[in-house]
């Protein structure tokens, strides 16, 4: 097939290219690196089935026709989406209808690829895809939350009122090579101050709890995902549950590191509890996670550690 991936040079997209192009497929890869990446493209430039577009989504756009189209343009940490708001809400909103549109001109299928936040700081847990989730509409993090729940919706319109083949995926939180060394996240953020022997910053009490893929167990699901005929989002994450101190102090165990964990306030509308409920995906997909976060944890260190020691270098 031909298939256009949209925030290519992102952490999940350029995996996504990865493992397109190793089922045999052409991929044009479009962004336009407000927060992606060109080095996560590079080693693609010698793949003849790969293409490249720069291009900010937000403007309408057509490379051709095509099979399919994988929606995965979006600051998505939550230090990029605080800085790029405003260009948070348009990708999620206009560019999210331009995708759409390219999708219906050419009668190809769709996945966007929305997140855990919809579900905001979750009164239900774990979290099913029918919980309509508790969002705070006008906090500093809505900007990526309410961009992502109105492309939910634009998403579920183009289905039914246009018969666009679409699927939505929400992605609950992932790790791997790739991943910004400086993007706020929890494990990139304490693998860096980890290795470099700095103060793990733990935020509140550190017992609000998250869940962590490997990237390459989201990949499988979401590439599943875009094989079935099944229009009504899916979580694909993994259920094992982690405190933050208790993923800190595997990250400590995982890169030897001896670094003491220091305590800041809690970010505002943080979540207390993130885990998703993955029976739809279980039935329907047959997924669920493999690599558990100890294994996924010694598996990206290298990565971690060759981008902090070009940062020293350089």
Not at 121 to 141: A, C, F, K, S
Request: net charge negative; charged share 25%; proline share 5%.
């Amino acid at each position: 097939m031909r298939i256009v991936v949209t925030g290519a040079a992102g952490f999940l997209g350029s995996h996504l290219c990865d493992a397109l192009l190793a089922e045999g497929h052409d991929v044009v890869g479009v962004d336009n690196f407000v927060t992606g990446s060109a080095g996560n493209l590079e080693h693609m430039a010698r793949d003849s089935r790969f293409g490249f577009v720069e291009h900010d989504i937000c403007e309408p756009f057509d490379v051709g026709a095509f099979d399919f189209l994988f929606q995965f343009a979006s600051p998505a940490s939550p230090i990029d989406y605080i800085e790029h708001g405003v260009e948070t809400l348009k990708v999620g909103s206009v560019g999210n209808f331009n995708c759409l549109e390219y999708a219906r001109r050419y009668n190809a299928g769709f996945l966007l690829a929305s997140t855990s936040e919809c579900y905001g700081d979750p009164l239900e847990h774990p979290q099913r895809e029918t919980y309509w989730g508790n969002v705070n509409p006008i906090g500093p993090r809505s900007v990526y939350d309410e961009a992502k729940r109105f492309a939910e919706a634009s998403t579920m319109a183009f289905f039914r009122y246009h018969g666009v083949n679409t699927r939505i995926v929400r992605i609950f939180n992932t790790y791997g090579p790739r991943l910004q060394v400086n993007d706020g996240r929890v494990i990139s953020n304490l693998m860096k101050q980890a290795l470099l022997g700095e103060d793990m910053t733990i935020y509140g009490d550190g017992k609000q709890t998250r869940s962590f893929c490997y990237v390459a167990d989201e990949v499988e699901g979401i590439l599943r995902l875009s094989r079935t005929e099944e229009h009504f989002p899916t979580n694909i994450g993994n259920p094992k549950e982690f405190t933050i101190l208790e993923c800190a102090e595997l990250v400590k165990e995982v890169t030897g590191s001896s670094s003491s964990i220091r305590f800041e306030p809690m970010p505002q509308d943080d979540p207390k509890q993130r885990k998703p409920d993955i029976s739809k995906a279980k039935s329907l997909l047959g997924w669920e996670p493999r690599v558990s976060l100890e294994e996924g944890l010694r598996m990206s260190l290298p990565y971690f550690s060759d981008c902090l020691a070009a940062l020293r270098a350089g």
